[in-house]
C-alpha cells in the first residue's frame, strides 16, 4: 500500500521563481496537511484540507503561497516569487478521518538561492 | 503559550535507561493525542496513540491527563535505535487540526 507521495524530493530554485510541491495523499485518506519544518521554527502547519475544501490556511506566511486540492488524490502548494527565507522541508500528510493519526510523505527539501 | 510546549532536551542516557518526557498542551477541548518519532532529515513517523487510561506498546508507555492537561511517554531498557526526536501530537478543533510540538531530542549513549 503506497503512503503518501510527494514530488520533487529536493529542488533548488533561483530567488524570485515560481516552484510547485506536489502532494498524492493515501487513498481514501480525507484529511490532507501541509507543513513546512526548520530548525529554527520546528513543524508548522500552513494549511489543511477536509474533503479537499481549504480549512484552515492561517499558517500560510503570505501571499506568495497558494495551495490547492482540485481532487481527493492530488494538492499542490505554490510560491511565487521564492525567497532564500523560504528555504526548509515541506511535509505533506494525509489522515483517514478526524479522530486518527496522519501520516507524512518523505518530504520536499526546498533550496532558494 | 504555544498550543503543545515539549523540552527540547537533548536527553543524553545510556542505554538501558529508562526517561521519560512530558508534554503540555493548552487547548482543554482537544480530543487526540500522539506521539511521532523524528529521524534526522527524515519524515515525523507515528509511535503510538495516547488513550486516556494509557497504553503500552513494548517498551513504550503513553499516559494522558486531561485534568492537568499534558501527556507523557515513558521509554524503558533504551535502546540506540531509539535515538531520535519525539513529537508531541494533539487533534483539536472542528476538523481536528493537527498540531505538533517542538520535539524532545533523545540521545541513548552505547
Known amino acids: 500500500d503506497a503512503g503518501v507521495i510527494q514530488s520533487p524530493r529536493h529542488e533548488v530554485t533561483e530567488m524570485g521563481q515560481e516552484v510547485t510541491l506536489r502532494c498524492k495523499p493515501i487513498s481514501g485518506h480525507n484529511s490532507l496537511f501541509w507543513y513546512r519544518q526548520t530548525m529554527m521554527r520546528g513543524l508548522e502547519l500552513l494549511i489543511y484540507f477536509n474533503n479537499n475544501v481549504p480549512i484552515d490556511d492561517s499558517g500560510m506566511p503570505e501571499d506568495r503561497f497558494s495551495a490547492k486540492m482540485p481532487n481527493a488524490s492530488f494538492s499542490t502548494l505554490k510560491i511565487q516569487p521564492s525567497e532564500p527565507r523560504d528555504s526548509a522541508v515541506y511535509f505533506c500528510a494525509s489522515r483517514l478521518w478526524e479522530g486518527m493519526a496522519a501520516f507524512f510523505g518523505q518530504g520536499t527539501r526546498l533550496t532558494v538561492v | 503559550r504555544k498550543e503543545v510546549e515539549q523540552d527540547p532536551g537533548p536527553f543524553n542516557v545510556p542505554e538501558g535507561a529508562t526517561v521519560a518526557f512530558n508534554c503540555t498542551y493548552s487547548?482543554?477541548?482537544?480530543?487526540?493525542f500522539f506521539w511521532y518519532r523524528q529521524d534526522c532529515r527524515k519524515e515525523p513517523k507515528l509511535l503510538m496513540s495516547?488513550?486516556?487510561s494509557g497504553n503500552e506498546d513494548g517498551r513504550f508507555t503513553a499516559q494522558l491527563n486531561r485534568a492537568s492537561q499534558y501527556i507523557s511517554l515513558l521509554i524503558r531498557d533504551s535502546k540506540l535505535s531509539d535515538s531520535a526526536t519525539y513529537l508531541c501530537v494533539l487533534n483539536s478543533g472542528g476538523y481536528q487540526k493537527v498540531t505538533f510540538g517542538t520535539g524532545t531530542k533523545l540521545q541513548v549513549i552505547p
Open positions: 487547548n482543554s477541548a482537544s480530543q487526540s
Open positions: 495516547v488513550y486516556s
